[in-house]
């Protein structure tokens, strides 16, 4: 997948960057930012609901998820953080009718991004005057299977952007698929900003664009897990992410990545303890510094176990043990006796005489 897409990639324009937004594009969560961003095929927890909406489907448990970031080390004042809740709507159908199925994940989440201390200037040159770049980013999503190896979702978001003394907000639309053609190997793709919040500060009017990607993952033995996406805009502007996740220990994951966007090697870690999970991303080296990403995850509930069939002990009941030795016409005998309580007069009641039985 990364051969093909670094391929195609040559017959269009390197994506120049730039972005009206304090930190737009984090994303959410420190997992897929230390993959170099290739999170559209692997994404499976709460975070989904950003990289792809229809990796929440997966979730079996209820999620909670919160990050902080401190992006360009070299910069103060720059932080985003933000906080997300995933639920599976699991059903029953009772223990007469058994079995039980899911109406798909619901989720949420908030994202804070903000950039101070940017120096103003104009025509003149500086003011001596600063200012502060603020997001504000809402999202609301749904998920649900496809059969046995597809996913489907939707993200709803509102972002709200504000730079100096201007401020506007709009609505977007985010929609994602997966697929499992063959064995763990697992395919993305996700349309951003179908529907594209629109902006106007003062008399600028900004748009983030269309983008489609795609991406791949592969889980070889539970143990490696390599990753790439390709992701291009309608203008042509493309940028490739590829990555591995490695698994030596069941609750032990060590991540690397690389991203074009920025051209910058990712590195990160993870620990999973019961319920509990926390990651760490580290975006090395740029003009900036170093950036830096921590998220933790709680998961709470669970599908309930099959019930067990139960024969409670009657009265009267009495487990028969044959002795060692015993004919199987013999353990038949004794058991009928027994297994079988006497009645007194029964026979009596039962035998034959000339008036009839």
Known sequence: MAVASAGIAFGFGRNPGGDAGAAAGWGLGARAEA?????AALADDAAALYWNPAGLAALERTEFAFAYGAPFGDVG???????????PLLYSMGEG????????????AVAFRRAGGIREANEAGPTGRTFANTDVELYLGYAHTLGAKGAF??????????????SDSGFGLDV????KPLGDLTLGAVFRNVIAPNFRLKALKNAPPLTLEVGASYNCFNVVSPVASFEITREAFYDVGVGIEITPVEYVALRGGYYTGDERPRAGLGFALGDFRFDYGLRIGGP?????????????GGVEPPLDVVIPEEEGYIEFEPEEGASSEEED???????????PGIDELFEESSEGP
């Open 176 to 179: 994602g698929a997966t697929y």
């Open 77 to 87: 004042d720059v932080t985003l953080g933000d906080a997300v809740v995933a639920k």
């Open 35 to 39: 993959l170099g961003r290739a999170y």
């Open 333 to 343: 005998a004794e058991g009928e006796e027994e297994t079988t309580p006497g009645i």
């Open 153 to 166: 979702g939707l993200a709803l978001k509102n972002v709200t952007r504000g730079v100096a003394d201007y």
């Open 288 to 300: 900036l510094g170093d950036s830096h990403l921590a998220s933790v995850s709680l998961l709470f």
């Open 97 to 108: 009718a058994g079995g039980g199925g899911s109406l798909g994940t619901l989720a949420a």
